[in-house]
C-alpha cells in the first residue's frame, strides 16, 4: 500500500539507551519531516529534509539526528534517550512544491523512556 | 512566527447537536490551511485545504471556512463516529514546501 511507513510501532528504552526510528515512503515525495505529539503541546517539527543529502531542524531538535541518503527513506536517531523524549513520533512526507494534502502521515511510533 | 491557536481544547456534543470549531493563525503569508482528523493511535488523516479568504469546502457533515484571520470546522447533525481530535495547521509560502505549523487540537466527543 502507498503511504508512509513506520517502525517499530512500540518501544520501550532505558535511559541513555540509543536507538533509530525508521520511516519510509514510497510516493516519491521530495520532503519528509519528523514531528513529536505530547500531551497539551501538539505537533511539534523535530527535523525536516527537502532532499536527499539536505536536512534542517524544526522546533525541538535537540537530542536527535537525522539524514537523508535516499528519497524513500529518513530515520530519526535518539543518541542517547532521555525521559523527557517519551513521546509518540509521527513521519510526514508530501511533495517538495507543496501538496493539496499537505502531508501523508504515518501511523507513528510510541516512545517510551524509563 | 507562525501561530496557530484552536478552541475550545475539548467540546462534548449530543448526536445531532451541530456545532463550530475555531482555529485562529498569524502566518507570514499564507500558502495554505489544512483541516486533519485524528484518531487515537493513528496518524492524522487529511480532511481539507483552504488557500484564500471566504473558500468554503464540505465533506458529509463537515464544512470549513476561512477568513484572513481564522478558520471554522463546522459539523452538522454530529454522529458518534465523528468524535476525533480534529487539528489544524498552515503552511506559510515559500519558494520551498516550509514546514507546517500545527495547532494543539480540538477533542471532539459525540454522544449517542
Known amino acids: 500500500n502507498a503511504g508512509v511507513t513506520q517502525t517499530p510501532k512500540f518501544q520501550v528504552l532505558k535511559t541513555g539507551q540509543s536507538m533509530t526510528l525508521q520511516c519510509a515512503q514510497d510516493m516519491n515525495h521530495e520532503y519528509m519531516s519528523w514531528y513529536r505529539q505530547d500531551p497539551g503541546m501538539g505537533l511539534r517539527l523535530i527535523h525536516y529534509s527537502v532532499g536527499a543529502g539536505i536536512t534542517d531542524q524544526g522546533e525541538v531538535p535537540n537530542g536527535y539526528n537525522v539524514s537523508r541518503s535516499t528519497t524513500e527513506d529518513f530515520p530519526l536517531r535518539l543518541l542517547s534517550a532521555a525521559p523527557s523524549q517519551t513521546s509518540v513520533y509521527f513521519c510526514?512526507?508530501?511533495?517538495?512544491?507543496?501538496?493539496?494534502?499537505?502531508?501523508?502521515f504515518g501511523s507513528g511510533t510510541r516512545l517510551t523512556v524509563v | 512566527e507562525d501561530q496557530v491557536t484552536q478552541s475550545p481544547e475539548a467540546l462534548r456534543l449530543q448526536e445531532g447537536e451541530s456545532s463550530s470549531l475555531n482555529c485562529s493563525y498569524t502566518v507570514s503569508g499564507l500558502r495554505g490551511l489544512f483541516w486533519y482528523r485524528q484518531d487515537p493511535g493513528k496518524g492524522p488523516e487529511f480532511l481539507f485545504t483552504l488557500y484564500s479568504a471566504g473558500e468554503e469546502k464540505e465533506k458529509e457533515r463537515l464544512k470549513a471556512t476561512l477568513t484572513k484571520k481564522e478558520s471554522f470546522l463546522h459539523i452538522t447533525a454530529p454522529k458518534p463516529e465523528d468524535s476525533a481530535t480534529y487539528l489544524c495547521a498552515v503552511q506559510a509560502r515559500g519558494p520551498r514546501n516550509t514546514p507546517l505549523v500545527f495547532g494543539k487540537g480540538t477533542r471532539l466527543s459525540v454522544i449517542a
Open positions: 510526514a512526507s508530501s511533495g517538495l512544491l507543496g501538496s493539496n494534502y499537505g502531508y501523508t
